[in-house]
């Protein structure tokens, strides 16, 4: 290592020592010398007439001061110091960037044939030196001049101001965003494009222009990014009566792109992935995914641009809070049990293990290296859970009106988390100061749950109890303040209502202590509790229920999540007892009474399609390897897949008739459409492992109409590891090979596929003609999938696995550290495997530590793992 990178702590948070009000920046693109001009007007605040600018792979041209060229200034490591300046001056600055060197797509590169930008986190400071920090707001006013024949279309934020044509062929746009923004919401565009238009009224009548720029000939996969777009616009009119502030709204898919997507003002930049759609290229997940990241970086504009960030500390100020805003609009727009049971198998998945992992941190990060690498399933998703915990404290109605007040108090600012409770307490009179706790303590609670009936006293009694493990990042830990939702039934599926001290009360009891007894009174039988309904909090439930008891809930709860939650703690316990007996030797084994209940769901007639399939959807080998302190990754993958093969031949006739019944001969993208699909295909799933399922699959692989029946049938062939694969694949590849975007499905196959030569196949895909390590949509979908979805082969005893992921990794170090940073994850868990495999892990993150250019996103994880 050069010089090991350093640490920041929120607690140093300190002002900046300057101001900057406005910005006229100048971009001259060129593929590899592209010349920024940035003027900028500065304020000093402090005493010190020093100014300390952020700058990374910059070639400096000249600066200047009030016109003036200045030379009282340093180049020092990750910047530029300037000294001796007056109060108040105007500051040029000329830099050189090559945008086509840029292959960590971050700052301003070239995505395909344009030009594009990514500026989140500190992106920005690879384009000009710079205040590069989010409490840094001011207006800008954008210049961008490129060829015209090559870049038609030159794109910034806010409104276009003026353009015109140069000498040699080029042309130029200026743009001016009269909204002030930290330097993060900055973008750029240049390319040539197909254009999407359409039109929005927001409800106090300011007419929006809405354009989507996709790569020529794609104009025909975009029509659903635009409905989702509108209905955004309306929905968060609606339900948050927030309107949109600029008069054109624009999104742009690039095919290179290291996230999701980004919420620039005015100018969205998208992965194609969640902009590109039509039922021959897209499934129904894919649709729903752009459904929810348009809403989300859509939502973004008011929770993140108009109040933004102080330091990036408070990263979940934003992203929790939008990612609650989105669920809520996906919720609201399609079946909010099924969207709840999607996010929260997130929680109790990915997120549970990273709590568990040397990467453990609360949701607003004590201590950060490299900020990449916070952008986190727990600031993101267990952040939005600490909002719908909020949420379901103050009832809609309050929520809304801390909303408003934090608005009201920080608009146009940078804000902290702090602000936001505030607010919402402020608002409300709801206490939230125990509450605060979930922001700044890490880890995962268990709440253990023990009742009593006393028949005498028809009483019932819940002794709730709670604790939190040490994590790596933290040792001692609190008690939280948890909002814990419950009801009580009858034997025959009444709802109890809840009475405690002689007055009726709500579902939700508010657990404080480490231990507390909540004590219902007029119990007239011995009650089955429903616990955590809707997961009211992100917490692992301990409750000893019986089989009976969840049968019970399966069928008779009152609230969907509860059906389905009750069916997946039926199937943890045998999945448990199963693994312990292979390990003992012993036969796989599953009572009738499960099956039964299963049956029972399958032939519901009241529960929706969409639920059903949730229901009859196994935990996954991952939120499987999460409970256990020590994984035997064989024992729950043999467990698993036997659990399915059981329940596939016992169940087979009720598959097979949903499977022909839910048959839809024209394609829709409905919600009902959708769940039918589901089912069918969970049924599918099912059949794959019963005698006809060869057959069946290929049919249907053959006869599909649409994206979603044609994955579907192949990865049935690829997890049942069928017959027909091989054409399965071979076809699809054949068909598709042009289209990288479609390719990733076939990638994502290959990556997960359960063969023993799985590993040796992926290394020649490598060749693929549509397969590229510059492109981080293929190594997530190929890699990727091999490191986190194929449990069995990637830790191969061989170790192979462990070596194909070291060379990978060493190679993206250098050429993209951020999609190198999110592939390693995996194995910074090495030390929950047996020894064998922990040394053989240990010896590839040794190697890494190992390299002298090694990028602060490894490192950080790197040494964490090597050192906890
Ligand atoms: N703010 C973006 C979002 O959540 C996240 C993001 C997009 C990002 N691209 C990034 C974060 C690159 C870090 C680096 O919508
Ligand atoms: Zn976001």
Same mark, same amino acid.
């Given at each position: ?14 002002? !900046? ?27 000093? %605040? ?8 952020? *700058? ?107 353009? *015109?044509?140069?000498?040699? *062929? ?40 809405? +354009? ?63 902009? @590109? ?84 941190? !609360? ?86 749950? &023990? ?36 009801? %009580? ?48 909090? !992100?917490?692992?439930? &301990? ?6 008891? $969840? ?38 084994? $599953? !009572? ?18 969409? %639920? ?39 169940? &087979? ?30 049924? @599918? ?113 061989? *170790? ?45 993150? +040794? ?22």
């Amino acid at each position: 290592m050069a010089q090991t990178p350093q640490a920041k702590y929120r607690k140093d948070y300190t002002p !900046p020592s300057h101001t900057i009000s406005s910005i006229d920046l100048v971009f001259d693109l060129y593929d590899n010398n592209t010349k920024v001009t940035a003027v900028s007007k500065v304020t000093q %605040l402090e005493q010190d007439n020093v100014l300390h600018l952020d *700058g990374e792979h910059l070639k400096l041209t000249s600066i200047e001061v009030n016109e003036e060229k200045w030379t009282r200034f340093e180049q020092v490591e990750g910047g530029i110091v300037i000294s001796g300046l007056p109060q108040e001056f105007e500051l040029k600055v000329v830099t050189e960037i090559d945008p086509e060197a840029n292959t960590a797509l971050e700052g301003l590169y070239k995505s395909g044939g344009a030009f594009c930008t990514q500026c989140e986190a500190e992106g920005f400071r690879r384009i000009t030196y710079y205040l590069d920090r989010p409490d840094v707001l001011a207006k800008y006013t954008t210049k961008v001049i490129a060829d015209k024949t090559q870049y038609p279309y030159l794109l910034s934020n806010g409104n276009r101001i003026a353009e *015109g044509v140069l000498e040699n *062929g080029r042309h130029w746009v200026q743009w001016q965003d009269p909204h002030p923004k930290p330097a993060y919401l900055f973008a750029l565009v240049a390319g040539d494009f197909d254009v999407l238009r359409d039109k929005y009224v927001t409800k106090s009548g300011r007419n929006v222009e809405l +354009e989507i720029f996709v790569d020529k000939g794609n104009l025909d996969r975009a029509s659903h990014a635009m409905t989702s777009l509108i209905n955004s616009m309306k929905w968060d009119e609606e339900r948050f009566d927030l309107e949109y502030d600029l008069d054109i709204y624009m999104i742009v898919a690039v095919d290179f792109f290291n996230m999701g997507a980004m919420e620039n003002k005015g100018l969205n930049i998208f992965n194609s992935k969640f902009v @590109l759609a039509n039922e021959q290229t897209a499934t129904d997940t894919d649709y729903l995914g752009i459904e929810a990241v348009i809403g989300h970086e859509y939502f973004h504009n008011w929770t993140g641009n108009r109040v933004t960030c102080r330091d990036w500390f408070q990263l979940s100020l934003k992203e929790g809070l939008t990612v609650f805003r989105d669920q809520e609009f996906s919720s609201d727009l399609g079946s909010r049990a099924v969207n709840r049971i999607n996010n929260v198998r997130i929680i109790r998945g990915p997120q549970f293990a990273e709590d568990a992992s040397p990467m453990s941190h !609360p949701i607003r990060p004590e201590k950060v290296i490299e900020m990449n690498n916070f952008y986190t399933l727990t600031v993101y998703e267990k952040g939005s859970e600490v909002i719908r915990m909020m949420h379901t404290l103050l009832g809609e109605e309050a929520f809304q009106k801390g909303m408003k007040l934090y608005f009201q108090r920080h608009d146009g600012t940078a804000a902290t988390c702090e602000d936001f409770v505030a607010a919402m307490e402020d608002a409300s009179g709801v206490d939230l100061k125990q509450f605060r706790l979930w922001y700044s303590q890490s880890g995962t609670p268990t709440v253990s749950i &023990e009742s009593e009936y006393n028949s005498e006293k028809q009483t019932y009694s819940l002794v709730v109890s709670q604790s939190t493990e040490a994590t790596h990042d933290q040792q001692d830990k609190q008690p939280l303040h948890i909002p814990l939702d419950i009801e %009580l039934y009858t034997n025959n599926g009444q709802v109890i209502e809840l009475q405690c001290n002689g007055v009726r009360v709500g579902n939700i009891l508010n657990v404080t202590e480490e231990k507390q007894t909540f004590v219902f009174e007029n119990v007239t039988e011995n009650p089955i509790p429903s616990l955590l309904r809707d997961f009211s909090a !992100p917490v692992i439930l &301990e409750y000893d229920y019986s089989d009976d008891e $969840l049968a019970f809930l399966m069928t008779q709860a009152k609230n969907d999540f509860s059906r389905w939650d009750a069916g997946q703690t039926l199937l943890a316990k045998y999945i448990r007892s199963n693994v312990t007996a292979v390990q003992g030797n012993k036969d796989i084994t $599953l !009572p009738p009474s499960l099956i039964d209940a299963f049956r029972g769901v399958l032939l519901s007639e009241t529960l929706e399609p969409a %639920l059903i399939a949730e229901v009859m959807t196994l935990p996954s080998h991952n939120e499987v390897s999460g409970w256990y302190n020590r994984v035997d990754v064989d024992a729950i993958a043999k467990v698993l897949k036997a659990i399915k093969v059981k329940l596939a031949n016992a169940l &087979e006739d009720e598959f097979s008739s949903l499977y022909h019944t839910l048959q839809q001969a024209q394609y829709s993208i409905t919600h009902q459409a959708i769940g039918m699909r589901s089912l069918r295909n969970t049924a @599918l799933s099912y059949l794959a492992y019963t005698d006809n399922g060869n057959q069946l699959i290929n049919s249907q692989y053959f006869s599909a109409n649409n994206m979603t029946d044609t994955i579907a049938a192949m990865s049935s062939a690829n997890s049942a590891q069928l017959e027909c694969r091989e054409t399965l694949m071979a076809d699809y590849s054949e068909k598709w090979k042009h289209d990288g975007l479609v390719m990733d499905k076939w990638f994502a196959l290959q990556g997960s596929n359960p063969a023993d030569n799985a590993l040796e196949v992926i290394k020649s895909t490598m060749d693929h003609e549509s397969f590229s390590l510059k492109n981080p949509n293929r190594i997530r979908n190929l890699i990727g999938s091999f490191l986190n979805m194929n449990p069995v082969q990637f830790h191969a005893k061989s *170790g192979e696995g462990y070596l194909f992921a070291g060379k990978i990794l060493k190679e993206l170090n250098t050429s993209n550290p951020q999609v190198a940073s999110r592939l390693i994850d995996p194995l910074l868990k090495f030390r929950k495997y047996d020894e064998t495999r922990q040394s053989m892990i240990k010896v590839e993150l +040794e190697k890494l530590r190992a390299m002298d250019n090694l990028a602060n996103d490894l490192f950080e994880k790197v040494s964490k793992a090597l050192d906890s």
